[in-house]
């Protein structure tokens, strides 16, 4: 009797694992950002005994992110408007696959010491500022600079990722410095910088969602991806409900103070993702143009259906895979 109830289980189980392909799927995310809160709840590790097994790999800046992405050691990632125009630009092989709204004016800004003597955008003409080249924050300064009458070439743009940008930025090195959060709000606090300029009255930068070419070529992959998505969806929801979690979490994880994600978490909120449709291309060409016209790409770009993929709704792709 026994043997006749394990014999079935057994061909149950063969069955089962012959039927599932195992893969590993590599994100790329930042600090702070939805993939971080995803990464912090757990929620794709149950995935794992399904076959999918997620990997997370930390990154200062978009830019590095995509280098990565095309590579082709990461799989996914999300990063700021800009990077994926200078990846494009530069041949990389990415697509667009999707969208994160920006709903705030005062997550990215330009700081000065609070002894600076700089007290307006118009000061900053023949200043050092420091910048990750090819980040968002490249654009929100070019945008700046030129409502103030001012261009890139008007001042001394000092590439630094944040890490390097903090120092150079305590010590003098720099005269002002175009960051983001959490590396913003952790800056105010613990320097006492100014805010100089923030997004009001500039515009916003959505945050995009890219994966290499090869992913969609890949059936596994693409189901890692479809089952990602809906998880970030899904986190989303859950984070707009909790943000204190949210910042517990985060200050755990990173070992960010809670005086700085209780400013950084609201300010992100509603969290959101969404697939990416072709009117969302006109942002990121209008960005290419102007780049193209500075003389900041290394060519010119036209965006289009080559770019990106509008997949199915998240949460309706993941129940068509028939996992658990």
Known sequence: MR???????????????????????????????????LKARGTLDRYAAQGITFKWVLFTAGPPLLEAANAGAVDFGSVGNTPGVFA?????????????????????AIIVPKT?????????????????????????LYNVLRRAGLDLKDVTLVPLLPPDARPA???????????????LTTALQATGARVLQ???????GHGYHLVPGAVLQDPEKKRALQVLLAELQDTATWANRNQGVVVQQFSDELGIPQ?????????????NIRPFRAGD??????????????????????????????????????????LK
Do not use: C, M
């Open 88 to 108: 494009l630009a530069g041949g990389a092989d990415l697509k667009y696959v999707a969208v994160s709204e920006n709903r705030s004016d005062d997550s990215e």
């Open 3 to 37: 043997r006749s109830v394990l014999l079935p289980l057994a061909l149950s189980a063969l069955s089962l694992g012959s039927l599932a392909q195992s893969v590993t799927f590599t994100i790329g995310y930042q600090k702070g950002g939805l993939p971080n809160i």
């Open 116 to 140: 600076s003597a700089i007290r307006s955008v118009a000061d900053l003409k023949g200043k050092r500022i420091g910048v990750a080249r090819g980040s968002s924050a490249h654009f929100f």
């Open 198 to 204: 923030n997004h009001q009255g500039v515009g916003r």
């Open 169 to 183: 930025f305590e010590s003098g090195g720099i005269d002002a410095w175009v960051i983001w959060d959490p590396f």
């Open 259 to 271: 005086s700085v994600l209780k400013v950084t978490v609201p300010r992100s909120a509603p969290f």
């Open 281 to 322: 291309l006109q942002p990121l060409q209008q960005l290419a143009d102007a780049f193209t016209q500075a003389d900041v790409l290394p060519r010119a770009l036209k965006l289009g259906a080559a770019n990106f993929v509008t997949l199915p709704a998240f949460a309706q792709a993941r129940a068509g895979l028939g």
